[in-house]
């Protein structure tokens, strides 16, 4: 495993680092340290005292060592800005579009791609956020590191550079479909587009703009919930809090009809430009407060509604947002269960669990389930997160997060009337150091 890689997933589970007396000490959340990492830890013991060594960790303790903090001394927050932003542009010629993912699809940018390029997808999920790297320098000539820096980034990049080493084609249709603009020789973008599962998907930056209600960037969570679906045939597939219809898409490679549904116009309009630049036409985006405006059942609901606890803003009112104590979205998606899902369904929800100390997730499924926790069996891919740090909200939760949980929970109706609830996170370890996913929600593996 590469340095860079490790130092990501320790970030990831909240695990700190530092150099005292000369030795390298850690601490780490209950649950976040397995035997392999451990084992790990011990392999790469000199690697990581030379790079904190390089880097000039204060000696202090934890509260001043990894994950690092930024050089302004704000924290690891996101930064906000306040602009409009348009929306992409659908050509009327279709061409353009298949003539873009052409080029994307040729010129390598795809996850392993990018996996290569940044060395920080670390196993426990994808994440390309800059933020995550402890070096990354791209090279002036290469086709993906200047699309990772353009649209990953959002930085400018040479358009003769760009035109030299992809196309001029592909210029000229990122231009029509207003995902780039050319000021001079330089190009800008307003978007972000990611390489996911041999998809392509549009979103807005990750940075928080405060003038816009903007679709949510890909971070490891889409990734996340993305790869542990169980890919079968499907008839009716539902993707609740859709956002840039990643879901929707992956979904529609194995259903037969897919339903995506956001409260948001502008998450609507991403998702059927995604649905267009990925040539799909089985899916149908409808503006709907989850369930609301949708009739019917389904046999896979995929769901990653907001979920962050945040007193400022009510649920749903931007893509973080589950309301004061960040359940009131989940809390609805799971009653709906039984009236929506078909008795041969399965329902994946991806989450923040904030559960409150001295309370596990079962505990909650079973009062909105009715007491009937029983009837269903439940895989729980979820990982302790008690140092979870709220990037978004203008007033984030404030408390004791020991019992706070994030992950993937994936439900079905009992096949014998007598449900498990199994408790399946294992190491953690999801994602293979490609980006490719290792960890299926397979309920048949289990019962």
């Not at 498990?420 to 929600?441: P, Q, Y």
Request: proline fraction near 5%; glycine fraction near 8%; hydrophobic fraction near 40%.
């Amino acid at each position: 495993m590469e340095t860079a890689t490790l130092l990501s997933i320790l970030r990831e589970r909240n695990v700190r680092v530092w150099i005292e007396g000369g030795r390298l000490k850690c601490s780490a959340p209950a649950g976040a340290l397995d035997a392999e990492l451990r084992a790990t830890l011990a392999d790469r013991k000199q690697d990581l005292l030379a790079w904190l060594r390089q880097a000039e960790t204060p000696k202090s303790g934890p509260a001043d060592s990894l994950p690092i903090e930024r050089e302004d001394g704000t924290g690891a927050l996101l930064p906000t800005i306040s602009r409009q932003v348009p929306l992409p542009i659908i050509p009327a010629q279709r061409e353009c579009m298949s003539r873009f993912v052409k080029e994307l699809r040729g010129c390598g940018y795809d996850l392993a791609s990018c996996a290569e390029r940044l060395e920080v997808l670390p196993r426990i999920g994808v994440n390309f956020w800059q933020k995550m790297r402890t070096s990354w320098t791209p090279r002036k000539e290469d086709p993906i590191d200047n699309l990772i820096t353009l649209f990953i980034d959002g930085q400018q990049v040479s358009a003769d550079i760009v035109a030299k080493r992809i196309s001029s084609l592909f210029v000229d249709a990122a231009l029509e479909m207003g995902l780039v603009e050319k000021d001079g020789d330089v190009l800008r973008s307003d978007f972000s587009l990611f390489p996911c599962y041999g998809k392509y998907l549009v979103t807005d930056h990750g940075e928080k703009n405060t003038a816009i209600n903007q679709v949510m960037w890909l971070w490891g969570e889409s990734f996340i919930l993305g790869g542990m679906v169980k890919r079968i045939a499907r008839r009716r597939a539902i993707d609740l809090g859709t956002g840039s219809g990643v879901h929707a898409i992956l979904a529609s490679d194995h259903s037969a009809r897919v339903v995506g549904a956001d409260v948001s116009p502008r998450a609507i309009a991403f998702s059927n430009f995604n649905a267009a630049l990925n040539e799909k036409t089985n899916i149908d985006f409808i503006i709907s407060d989850l369930f609301d405006s949708i009739a019917g059942t389904c046999d896979l609901l995929v769901s990653n509604v907001p979920y962050a606890p945040d007193t400022a803003a009510k649920a749903s009112d931007n893509f973080w947002s589950g309301g004061i104590d960040g359940t009131e979205l989940l809390q609805r998606v799971v009653e709906a269960l039984p009236t929506r899902l078909d008795a041969d369904g399965t329902a994946c929800i991806n989450s923040l669990f904030p559960n409150p100390p001295g309370t596990k997730i079962r505990d909650h499924f079973d009062a909105w389930l009715g007491g009937n926790l029983t009837e269903w069996d439940v895989l729980d891919h979820t990982w302790p997160v008690p140092g979870y740090q709220d990037l978004l909200s203008e007033q984030p939760f404030q408390g004791d997060m020991s019992a706070w949980r994030f992950g993937v929970v994936s439900m079905r109706r009992s096949r014998i009337g007598r449900g498990w609830w199994k408790e399946v996170a294992g190491n953690g370890l999801f994602f293979r150091e490609d980006g490719s996913c290792s960890v299926i929600a397979d309920h048949d593996a289990y019962g």
